[in-house]
């Protein structure tokens, strides 16, 4: 929580008035109840940088907070953006409620509303989500996995396909994408804040125990648990592809790796006396995440399970995390004027000089508060090649001389037996993109949802599921 002595009062502005009348005839005490009401918030990640970001030469930003409303089909239908500044004064009004426009001028709000809303969305995506959760967090746990596992210990042996190349996409990108001056902090709203906010976001919100999917949906409030169902929750919005198909995948990795630990670690008393693995994780914790080493959230590692969740986890970040973060960013995102990364203008106010010119002329407004021609081309540039998979990139389910990387025959075949599982999932999205049933995934125009299908060819197919963080 942010200090209300520094940041002014924690309350927001949205009020019942401002969505009573969005939630096709339920009351909001209703739509709560029944689990209708979502909201993505960016206040606390962006308002203690707001003021240094708007200080910045052509740079404009909120903190912002949107509500959805769960539509009767599955969709999310935004209600209301509030918009929030830093508090200046006791009497200053620093939080505005943008609401569905109800004509030309109001429509014209909303459009900029959202367009802020969505530069929020880019940063905290590219600079936590995708930089911080999956590069930076695997990295410590690779570096130590070659320090202190022997490169024929069966736990290296598992590793080693979602290691690849990590370690050198790191580097590359602290040359040239997240450096001084570089790529992402000429393409984002926060500019030279971008990796200050990305550190910010691992002291107060990173958790390795809340990494894993089901861990994750649950903490986003977008699931709730339930012993009853397949994975141990219920999923509160049914039609969400990255969940439902992520899942699937988190499964067959738990069941892969499962399989593996309970071959060469019968018992527990394996897993505490092995030297070498308890020095890997110890090393992962204490010297790689050392800023955070004395949380009291970090899974122990005393068991058969709790080496099984830990291994499932890193698998699963190197893997389908990353990629249903980063190959779809092109397709999804390249079109800069439908999802900017940064903003140039503020939402002009009756009392703002600039008011008039909105009114005069909003598409000029609302262009010249997008990036400008030459940033919108570089992001578009950066994307485009991060989007891309290479031709020699390992997808999930295959490894280098699959029948041979292990001498022990039991588990070179339950290795066949789960690339065959993933071939099945893959089958299963398929049949899913196809369900018009299924509104976020399946209609006129909207993009069929395959970043977790787990195979791929060359280039930008926004699809496919390398076994590790590559590019």
């Not at 200046?88 to 004509?103: A, E, I």
């Not at 219920?234 to 039609?239: A, F, G, V």
């Not at 020095?279 to 949380?295: I, N, T």
């Not at 299924?438 to 125009?445: E, H």
Request: aromatic share 10%; net charge negative; glycine share 6%.
């Amino acid at each position: 929580m942010l200090d209300p002595d520094i940041y002014g009062p924690q309350e927001s502005a949205l009020k019942e008035e401002h969505i009573a009348g969005q939630l096709n005839g339920m009351t909001v005490q209703q739509a709560l109840d029944e689990n209708k009401l979502f909201m993505v918030d960016y206040h606390d990640i962006y308002l203690p940088f707001l003021d240094r970001i708007n200080a910045l030469d052509g740079r404009k930003s909120y903190a912002t907070r949107t509500i959805f409303f769960l539509t009767p089909s599955g969709t999310l239908k935004p209600i209301a953006i509030e918009l929030s500044l830093p508090h200046t004064s006791p009497n200053s009004r620093s939080k505005r409620v943008v609401t569905p426009p109800v004509d030309a001028t109001t429509n014209w709000i909303w459009q900029l509303a959202k367009a802020h809303v969505c530069s929020n969305d880019a940063g905290v995506h590219q600079l936590v989500n995708h930089w911080l959760r999956t590069h930076a967090c695997m990295e410590p746990f690779i570096l130590a996995a070659h320090r202190q596992l022997s490169a024929m210990h069966p736990i290296f042996k598992l590793l080693d396909p979602h290691m690849r190349y990590t370690l050198e996409i790191n580097a590359l990108a602290r040359q040239s994408l997240i450096s001084a001056d570089g790529v992402i902090e000429n393409c984002f709203t926060p500019g030279r804040y971008c990796m200050e906010m990305s550190a910010a976001a691992y002291r107060s919100h990173w958790r390795f125990d809340k990494e894993g999917l089901p861990a994750d949906l649950i903490r986003r409030g977008i699931a709730v648990p339930d012993p009853t169902q397949p994975h141990g929750l219920k999923l509160l919005i049914e039609d969400y592809p990255y969940a439902s198909d992520g899942l699937l995948i988190w499964n067959a990795l738990e069941n892969w790796v499962r399989t593996y630990v309970n071959r060469y670690y019968p018992n527990s008393s394996l897993v505490c006396n092995d030297r070498e693995l308890q020095q890997w994780y110890h090393e992962s914790v204490h010297v790689g995440h050392a800023d955070l080493s004395k949380e009291s959230w970090w899974p122990s590692l005393k068991t058969t399970d709790d080496l099984v969740s830990i291994l499932t986890t890193l698998i699963w970040l190197a893997s389908a995390q990353h990629a249903a973060l980063n190959f779809g960013q092109y397709p999804y995102g390249g079109y800069v004027p439908n999802r900017p990364p940064l903003m140039r203008r503020l939402i002009p106010d009756e009392n703002d000089l600039e008011y008039a010119n909105f009114l005069a002329d909003p598409q000029k407004y609302f262009l010249s508060a997008l990036p400008s021609l030459l940033q919108a081309t570089k992001f578009m540039a950066v994307v485009d090649t991060l989007s891309t998979h290479s031709p020699d990139e390992e997808y999930l389910g295959e490894r280098q001389h699959p029948s041979i990387w292990s001498g022990d025959a039991e588990i070179i075949e339950a290795f066949y037996g789960f690339s065959a599982e993933i071939r099945r999932i893959e089958k299963e999205i398929e049949k899913r993109n196809a369900d018009p049933n299924l509104k976020n995934r399946c209609g006129a125009g909207v993009l069929p949802y395959e970043l977790l299908a787990p195979s791929s060819g060359p280039g930008v197919t926004c699809r496919g599921v390398p076994n590790s963080v590559s590019i």
